[in-house]
């Protein structure tokens, strides 16, 4: 049975000093430093009700691929509600974001169950939501648990506070989008979360064990992915097919299928969103879009199911080698988007100003400026991320082709695009580029491009 939590007693530090992530009011604890705009990296923790400001660019793409579900409908049809549990909710911010920023017209439809162990922590979160309520109320019936019967759950406008284990709070009920955010790896947490999910649902998955996943700590690697990784400059994107190919495995093995939407690195951290169907027949075909990525002599790399004894040297995997992004997704997931859902209006700010925010002109300019990169670069990328691409870092390419210096990023792209064929600067913190063009190709164009810049 879950544990209700709120009533009227202030936790701890209550209410600590105030900052604004989107269009949400957050409360942070006194000792934790007022973060800076788009920082990068883990944050010092500084203990329960703990917030990472490095996640805030995760947390808005989480209420934009939220928003475009019931928008578009992709997940369920416009009669149905989308139940979503955030299973390490922490302080709440996401869940809040997600009551807060997602236009009122959709929120009938969304069921959020907030759940933490830590209790200092859900107090912050659920006094936080009663303080500071969405613009528009929400209320909801119970409805019936996956075991027929009338839930329980009561719901503070349009939010379900309960303190339970996460592997408990996803095996308790259904759901057709779960959130697992836990600090470190996410390897534990994996069997329940994909079990708690309906038929068809969406599983989005933060791990920040970057040392694992990057392959520089292998006996790490080794252990929680049974994997080996080389250190290079596609560390960053065998991290993520890495994440991908172990859920996508586990799925397998409870006969679910997944269909990546959208997978990152980002600074501190790698950040999936999957679609999860069960399919017996597809899940069997796992092994179709697992394999190792093998570093070439003639090309930067190839992927292979099954590298031979000498590739196996120079390979990293096994990972996922399928496509990474959902085209019309995340082709959607663009800055005017993310503006448009996240970003305050001058009068929201000047109501907050006057509940105690801190909040200068600098500051609105800075957050707007971290909603644009929370989503920069993805939608023009995302139709070759949906399919085979070469990936290619801009400062390796001189070397490759024999040149004095890397071109610029745009020149580049517009030399390939004249070529007639597609490519995209990739979101990464390295100057990373997308393309089907092919190898050679792309060497060609570097030397064009150093030519007309020389």
């Not at 648990?145 to 009338?150: A, Q």
């Not at 697992?180 to 994996?190: C, I, R």
């Not at 082709?401 to 990464?428: C, F, I, Q, S």
Request: aromatic content about 6%.
């Amino acid at each position: 049975m879950a544990e209700g939590v709120g009533g009227e007693n202030h936790p701890t530090g209550w209410p600590g000093h105030m900052w604004l992530e989107g269009r949400t009011i957050v409360h942070m604890q006194d000792e934790q430093e007022r973060p800076t705009h788009m920082p990068r990296g883990p944050a010092k923790r500084t203990g329960p009700g703990f917030l990472n400001p490095a996640m805030a660019p995760a947390r808005t793409r989480s209420v934009m691929l939220l928003a475009d579900a019931l928008e578009h409908e992709w997940l369920v049809k416009s009669d149905r509600p989308i139940r979503a549990l955030d299973a390490l909710c922490a302080t709440g911010v996401r869940i809040r974001r997600w009551r807060n920023e997602i236009p009122a017209p959709l929120q009938h439809r969304l069921r959020i169950t907030a759940n933490d162990l830590d209790e200092f922590a859900l107090s912050w979160a659920a006094l936080s939501h009663k303080i500071h309520p969405p613009s528009e109320p929400v209320q909801h019936e119970p409805e019936d648990d996956r075991h027929g019967e009338k839930s329980t759950a009561v719901f503070d406008n349009g939010i379900h506070f309960q303190r339970l284990d996460a592997r408990m709070a996803m095996v308790d009920a259904a759901y057709q989008w779960v959130d697992l955010d836990p600090f470190g790896s996410p390897v534990q947490f994996l069997d329940a979360a994909l079990q708690s999910l309906s038929r068809t649902g969406v599983l989005e998955v933060t791990a920040t064990d970057t040392a694992a996943l990057t392959g520089s700590s292998p006996s790490s690697q080794a252990r929680r992915y049974q994997a080996k990784g080389v250190v290079d400059e596609y560390a960053h994107d065998d991290a993520v097919r890495l994440l991908l190919a172990t859920v996508a495995t586990t799925a397998a093995r409870l006969d679910k299928v997944v269909t990546p939407l959208l997978a990152l690195f980002d600074g501190h951290h790698v950040r999936i969103s999957l679609l999860v169907r069960t399919s017996k027949s597809e899940a069997t075909a796992i092994g179709k879009s697992i394999g190792w990525r093998v570093r070439g002599e003639g090309v930067p790399y190839e992927f292979v199911n099954h590298p031979s004894s000498e590739q196996l040297k120079k390979a990293s995997g096994p990972m996922w080698i399928g496509p990474m992004w959902h085209k019309e997704i995340a082709g959607r997931m663009t800055e005017e988007r993310a503006l448009e859902l996240c970003s305050p209006s001058n009068e929201e700010i000047e109501q907050l100003r006057t509940e105690g925010l801190v909040w200068n002109e600098e500051d609105v300019e800075h957050s707007a400026r971290e909603l644009r990169r929370s989503v920069r670069y993805i939608a023009d990328a995302a139709d070759l991320m949906s399919r085979e691409h070469l990936l290619l870092n801009l400062d390796a390419l001189p070397r490759l082709a024999g040149v004095g210096g890397a071109p610029k990023m745009e020149k580049l792209l517009a030399e390939l695009t004249g070529l007639g064929h597609a490519a995209a600067r990739y979101p990464d913190l390295e100057p990373m580029l997308v393309t089907d063009a092919p190898f050679e190709v792309v060497i060609e164009a570097v030397k064009s491009a150093r030519t007309s810049t020389d």
